[in-house]
């Protein structure tokens, strides 16, 4: 992305949002390759194909699990990182949308935490929608959040970061 290589003609033809995180799998269904973006798309795929417990089987878990990765997918990622933009990123301060998605923020940690005082993690067990919030979650000084205002969510991440390969993917890129 330092070279805009998401901006060439192979890249958007490929993943047509032209963002990461993006995959292809060479050896995707049938022994063919599969492209795909989202990083939803691809934890869901990633752990059917290896069969993973990250994404039960069982259809109850299942649906706990996907419903809490849909959460981040449509509120968590999409206003934590407006919340982003407007604190660190924007020309000048928009005073109107400051508030508004520190507000949502705010309320958005507190179902992390509601949530993280019934279960040890998102969706019960360590799932996929863990492995996308966490991210999310380790930037919360950028969101002007104190995790210790929000304990169960404190737990949370420092068991998630705990993780050998949490703290290897984190690494990436230096």
Do not use: C
């Not at 047509?16 to 939803?40: M, T, V, W, Y």
């Not at 194909?49 to 990250?54: A, C, E, R, V, Y």
């Not at 699990?65 to 959460?71: H, R």
């Amino acid at each position: 992305f330092q070279t805009n290589d998401q901006l060439t003609p192979e890249f958007v033809g490929t993943f047509p949002n032209n963002k990461i995180p993006a995959i292809i799998d060479p050896q995707g269904p049938g022994g063919k390759p599969l492209a795909l973006f989202e990083s939803a798309a691809i934890l869901i795929y990633l752990a059917e194909k290896s069969g993973s417990p990250l994404l039960p089987a069982d259809p109850a878990a299942r649906y706990e699990t996907l419903q809490w990765l849909m959460f981040q997918m449509g509120g968590v990622g999409p206003m934590f990182g407006q919340t982003h933009h407007f604190l660190r990123y924007a020309p000048e301060p928009v005073p109107y949308a400051i508030e508004r998605y520190r507000t949502e923020t705010a309320r958005l940690y507190g179902v992390l935490n509601r949530r993280l005082g019934e279960a040890d993690f998102l969706a019960g067990e360590y799932s996929v929608a863990d492995i996308a919030t966490y991210p999310w979650v380790a930037r919360h000084e950028w969101h002007d959040i104190r995790l210790a205002d929000y304990p169960n969510v404190a737990r949370w991440y420092a068991a998630i970061g705990a993780r050998p390969a949490v703290q290897r993917g984190m690494a990436v890129p230096a």
